[in-house]
């Protein structure tokens, strides 16, 4: 299913504005929703021209990285490597070495943020070994988890820790572990097949001036992969609902909670496990920028509303492709809406939660505990107004907070020998069935007694 043609007309005069304002030889763009590829457009001279705008290689820059932290994930997710050990265990005595997995991925590790030597976007790279021989007296910039610090380096040190663990090249684990599963047979580590040509805008001539394609080695799991419009759009596809053979909707949710991020930037954006999280949408867009000398480009996804925006310009010039992927998303949803899951019945309601739902009190705060509906059995908690405070699922026969404050919290039902329920019990929250209820116990005592 595609997008109106008036809602595409209105999309694509976001491109003609990116593209005349950003002096852009051209820009091309596509938009995600439940899976699958509804628009797309180009925008300025065709990267190559007689072909399909969408199906040419342009540079990703920094949305290498975050292929590079599913690589890392994985690894976790299959017990190969500890979040929270240091890089050291998997890599030895490195330059580095002491900061955490978690760290290197949220960009909190304190490390530079540019290797040791020249602009490593745009000279021929180094081995690991030699860039680990340029670092080995440098001084970190921060201590570990003192301030979000942006680090291309400590992808380096990410990437081959994938490298060692699988015994095969980055490149090869890229493609074996993500690019194949998911489909994506027209991203790779050097162009192939109709590629762009990566351009520098003259500030004041506003001529173009070629940049160099360059093979970063050691520095590529930062920023070395080509990719399309189409395979874009497949990867976004994935990060909405993930994949059984790459990772599973669970981990995508994990690496998107926020680990870091600056103070000033006034809460916009954030970084999680290897992706950055920019405010928008639904409230929070998954994804990461690009940029390599040359080129631009994002992708982002609104994982709640299930869409998707890529965009990719082979220049560099004052233009950010991740707020243009913004503003195509909320020009979706202007024009043409998200429809909620529709509701659907409970069919059957866990024993755990007999006699559990209802109005129950936080002192003398009421509070009601309902199903959602569906077959997933969750319990939403909505305080006074009628707003969801807290939300808990039943699992392995416990019920756990999954969203709110209690996320994570297990809600203790407290049972009267009769086996009616007395009172609720979370991390010391006691709940009641009437206002600091004088038969369950309130901590620091009954007010007025």
């Not at 954006?269 to 631009?296: I, V, W």
Request: proline letters at 8%; hydrophobic letters at 40%; charged letters at 15%.
């Amino acid at each position: 299913m595609n997008v109106a043609d008036s809602t595409g007309r209105r999309l694509l005069v976001h491109l003609a504005q990116a593209q005349a304002g950003g002096r852009l030889p051209s820009v091309t763009a596509g938009v995600v929703r439940d899976g699958a590829l509804v628009w797309s457009g180009t925008y300025g001279t065709p990267p190559v021209p007689d072909h399909d705008a969408t199906d040419v290689q342009h540079r990703i820059g920094s949305i290498t990285k975050t292929l590079t932290a599913v690589l890392v994930l994985q690894l976790v997710r299959d017990g190969r490597v500890d979040l929270d050990a240091p890089v050291s265990v998997v890599l030895g005595e490195v330059p580095y070495g002491d900061r955490s997995v978690r760290s290197l991925l949220a960009h909190a590790s304190g490390i530079a943020a540019e290797p040791a030597g020249d602009w490593w976007e745009r000279t021929d790279g180094v081995s690991f070994a030699s860039l680990a021989a340029a670092h080995a007296s440098a001084p970190a910039v921060t201590s570990p988890g003192s301030r979000f610090h942006y680090s291309n380096l400590g992808y380096a040190l990410l990437g081959e820790l994938v490298a060692r663990v699988h015994d095969r090249p980055w490149a090869e684990c890229v493609s074996a572990f993500v690019l194949e599963p998911l489909g994506m047979d027209r991203t790779s580590y050097l162009p192939t097949g109709p590629a762009a040509s990566g351009w520098s805008v003259h500030p004041y001539t506003r001529e173009l001036v070629p940049e160099p394609a360059t093979d970063t080695r050691a520095m590529a799991p930062a920023g070395q992969l080509w990719s399309t419009v189409a395979d874009l759009a497949t990867y976004a596809a994935f990060l909405v609902d993930g994949h059984a053979d790459v990772l599973d909707a669970s981990w995508l949710t994990t690496a998107s909670v926020p680990q870091s991020g600056s103070a000033g930037d006034a809460l916009a954006s954030a970084h999680g496990l290897g992706f950055q999280l920019l405010r928008g949408g639904s409230g929070t867009l998954l994804g990461h920028g690009g940029s390599m000398p040359g080129f631009l480009a994002s992708c982002f996804v609104d994982r709640e509303r299930r869409t998707g925006a890529v965009v990719v310009a082979p220049a560099t010039t004052g233009f950010s492709p991740s707020d243009l992927a913004r503003v195509l998303l909320e020009e979706l949803e202007a024009g043409e809406p998200t429809l909620p899951p529709p509701w659907v019945p409970t069919t059957a309601v866990p024993p755990e939660l007999d006699g559990v739902l209802g109005v129950w009190h936080w002192g003398n705060t009421p509070f009601v505990l309902a199903l959602a509906g569906g077959p997933g059995g969750e319990v939403v908690a909505t305080g006074p107004g009628g707003a969801e405070k807290w939300r808990f699922a039943v699992a392995d026969g416990r019920i756990v907070g999954t969203r709110g404050y209690h996320h994570g919290e297990e809600l203790h039902v407290v049972r009267r020998p009769d086996g009616s329920v007395s009172h609720l019990e979370v991390a010391t929250f006691v709940l009641t069935r009437t206002p600091y209820d004088p038969d369950a116990p309130a901590p620091g005592g009954h007010p007025g007694r």
